[in-house]
């Protein structure tokens, strides 16, 4: 084969999976070949300073991929291609390769780290990440990357201070945005949370767990017509989500929608049949309209699923008691 045809081929296999090796350690399910271990992480790398990790300058002193030769790029997408298979082995070969042809070679240095991490490497991963940002301390996928590791070592101020490196560099870089939503919304900041999901739509939305997240959000926030409107979304897109039809439901409970909460608690009872609250929230809709037989047949199964829910059995016999004085 003609090496123009070859690297047509080479190619065409790269578009396909470069993205997700370069995308950052959580981007692919390890396989037998990434399984770590032996890991190797000293206490000085475990503890080290972030202000050892930051770059002192902002100054780019490396070259990227389009600066450099063909040969050079060629050693590097090989590598590349290598890591996305799980052959870090041949992965490391070649990055190293790179290296010695141009030790400059920022995203070299970068994809080099991740194949460490993956190996379970720490020391060497981090030791590569450091050197990334001081030849780009722009390179915004590599403060993602370190916020992993923090994240691993249990440091999430450091994580969040890197998260925020990240979106500096790079505004709608959307695993960081979804890892500061996550983080926001944990801890009930919910404003900021929304900005977070909000910056992440804005390159895709198509994501369920997104669209969940800001529909959640917006009951909070009290903003009802948002959260309708994002978990209908959700529901056109994955229809067997059972999570996202009971969501819908209170959504519309709330906004006095009964029929439509009433076919969404359904929907959602199908796909989680296991649900207890979407059976309590069908007999407390129609507990609410005077369908006494209706609710006891929605409480009592409830109470098939979890005998020990209090409020279930108590709203139970108070329907109960409403059937018997007809």
């Known amino acids: 084969m003609k090496r123009k045809q070859i690297k047509i081929i080479f190619c065409l296999m790269l578009i396909i999976s470069v993205v997700s090796f370069t995308a950052g350690c959580k981007s692919k399910k390890s396989n037998k070949n990434t399984t770590k271990s032996t890991i190797k992480l000293s206490e000085s790398v475990k503890n080290i300073p972030l202000s050892e990790l930051l770059p002192k300058t902002n100054v780019v002193t490396g070259k990227y991929k389009k600066e450099l030769p063909e040969k050079v790029v060629d050693e590097y997408m090989y590598g590349t291609l290598a890591g996305q298979y799980g052959k870090l082995d041949v992965c490391e070969e070649h990055m190293i390769k790179t290296l010695k042809m141009e030790k400059l070679f920022i995203e070299a240095h970068h994809n080099l780290g991740l194949c460490y991490y993956k190996q379970g490497r720490i020391n060497d991963a981090i030791k590569e990440w450091k050197r990334t940002l001081e030849l780009a301390p722009n390179y915004a996928e590599t403060y993602y990357n370190l916020s992993i590791f923090m994240m691993d070592m249990n ?7 890197l998260l925020n490196k990240c979106i500096q560099y790079e505004p709608f870089h959307m695993k960081a945005r979804y890892a500061l939503g996550t983080i926001c919304k944990q801890k009930g900041q919910n404003k900021e949370a929304i900005i977070h999901f909000k910056a992440y739509e804005s390159k895709d939305r198509g994501d369920v767990r997104v669209l969940v997240a800001l529909g959640e959000l917006y009951l909070l926030e009290g903003q009802q017509e948002a959260s309708l409107k994002a978990f209908e979304s959700a529901s056109r897109i994955d229809q067997k ?8 439901g209170i959504a519309y409970h709330r906004r006095g929608l009964i029929e439509n909460a009433i076919l969404n608690y359904k929907r959602a009872s199908e796909l989680m049949p296991n649900n207890v609250d979407c059976y309590i929230n069908l007999g407390d809709i129609y507990a609410s309209r005077g369908e006494y037989a209706s609710a006891l047949a929605s409480y009592n199964a409830a109470l098939g699923i979890d005998p020990s829910n209090s409020y279930a059995s108590r709203k139970a016999k108070m329907v109960e008691a409403k059937l018997l004085e007809k």
């Open 241 to 248: 989500n059972g999570k996202v039809f009971y969501q819908l």
């Open 155 to 161: 440091r999430e101020a450091d994580a969040i201070e």
